[in-house]
């Protein structure tokens, strides 16, 4: 019988967890025993991981929100760090989270404890000096986006590209009308989607956004019905009260908890908010709008580091604006409304959207999990 593998992860957010579940699944089909502790989410926790804090507590997003929770998020990193340099796991896995996993990896690494970092942080479009940072830091990072493997390969960071799990997961036909009677979707209606984000911090600056465009959409469209996916309670809630404070009329809305495959699989158009949920969205092929508001002080911070002339992944993976985005004060509820107006009738614009986003899929569909795995295994060989 081989010895117990030790594999010490720390994932994020939800985004994370999601992530570090199949590549748990394909690291325990090929070594046996294994044993997963650290910090992850519950599909983590549901194939056995032992989580030492709630994953929510790293769920922070943008330069000001981090600020407010920055001693509670340096206070874990420190405890979780004594821990692992005093029980040694045979090997470290940071799954994306990379301001709180990079300097962790360094501790780690630097007490020869190989440390391998599960998607890269976003050198191509800001902050490129962080590649020099994570060659620092780790002993191996997998990377998701065919792009970014050459830019670790001339920094001299070993680098490996498994493609993304989303990619594999969603299949390449998605079946509308299964997902709309799934869902109990009206028929005969045109079903937009809501995807106003998964974290506090997003709602709170976009999700009044999101239900004003929604208003000023159906005052052109009558026949339509919306849908809008949440990931917590916490932020369904969020949502719900902002649909009460702007009930000017009722509005068609399905409100879900967790289901958003299903959500953008029924859609015709999606308003989407910038992060992983445009790819999800690219993936099920339904064209779509990009929105994004943040905090001022971190929106001033970024804009000074971004050189990419858009934010969404889809349109990173198009070398183009293949689909509209509306950042900060753009994203207001009449440009939201007006853009989704816009991309209704232009027929030949959904269409070239959904062209490149089949061609993404069939880029991306790695078998991610898979490599991943292989890729670790061949790091404790060596």
């Excluded at 969020?238 to 399905?254: G, I, K, S, Y």
Aim: proline fraction near 6%; charged fraction near 25%.
């Amino acid at each position: 019988m081989a010895d117990l593998l030790r594999v010490a992860m720390v994932a994020g957010e939800a985004s994370g967890d999601q992530l570090a579940a199949p590549l748990m699944a394909a690291l325990k089909a090929r070594r046996n025993p294994i044993m997963f502790a650290g910090i992850g989410g519950p599909r983590m926790e549901a194939l056995g991981f032992e989580s030492h804090y709630p994953i929510e507590k790293l769920s922070v997003r943008g330069y000001a929100e981090a600020l407010m929770h920055y001693r509670e998020i340096m206070g874990i990193r420190r405890r979780i760090a004594r821990s692992l340099l005093a029980e040694r796991p045979d090997v470290f896995i940071g799954v994306d989270a990379s301001d709180f996993n990079l300097d962790l990896e360094r501790k780690l690494k630097d007490a020869g404890i190989p440390a391998i970092h599960y998607v890269s942080p976003s050198v191509w479009a800001w902050r490129a000096w962080r590649v020099r940072r994570i060659a620092r830091s780790v002993t191996r990072i997998l990377v998701m986006f065919p792009f970014e493997a050459p830019l670790y390969e001339k920094a001299g960071v070993p680098v490996t590209y498994v493609g993304h799990p989303l990619a594999d997961l969603i299949p390449l036909e998605p079946n509308k009308l299964e997902a709309r009677a799934a869902l109990r979707l009206p028929a005969g209606k045109l079903i937009v989607a809501l995807l106003p984000g998964s974290r506090r911090s997003e709602l709170q600056y976009m999700a009044s956004s999101f239900v004003l465009a929604a208003h000023r959409f159906r005052q052109e469209v009558h026949d339509v019905h919306f849908v809008c996916p949440t990931v917590t309670r916490d932020t369904r809630d969020m949502f719900e009260r902002a649909v009460h404070e702007h009930q000017r009329t009722d509005l068609p809305l399905t409100l879900l908890f967790g289901h958003s495959h299903e959500a953008l699989a029924a859609a015709d158009l999606a308003l989407v908010a910038s992060g992983t949920a445009t790819l999800e969205t690219a993936l099920f092929k339904t064209p779509m709008v990009i929105a994004y508001r943040q905090a001022p002080l971190t929106w001033a911070l970024m804009r000074t580091m971004i050189y990419l002339p858009y934010v969404g992944m889809p349109n990173v993976l198009a070398g183009e604006k293949l689909v509209p985005e509306l950042l900060q004060d753009e994203a207001n509820p009449a440009a939201l409304a007006g853009a989704l107006l816009t991309l209704l009738r232009d027929t030949a614009a959904q269409r070239r959207q959904i062209e490149r986003f089949h061609e993404f899929h069939h880029l991306l569909r790695q078998n991610a999990a898979e490599k991943a795995a292989d890729a670790i295994l061949e790091v404790l060989k060596k």
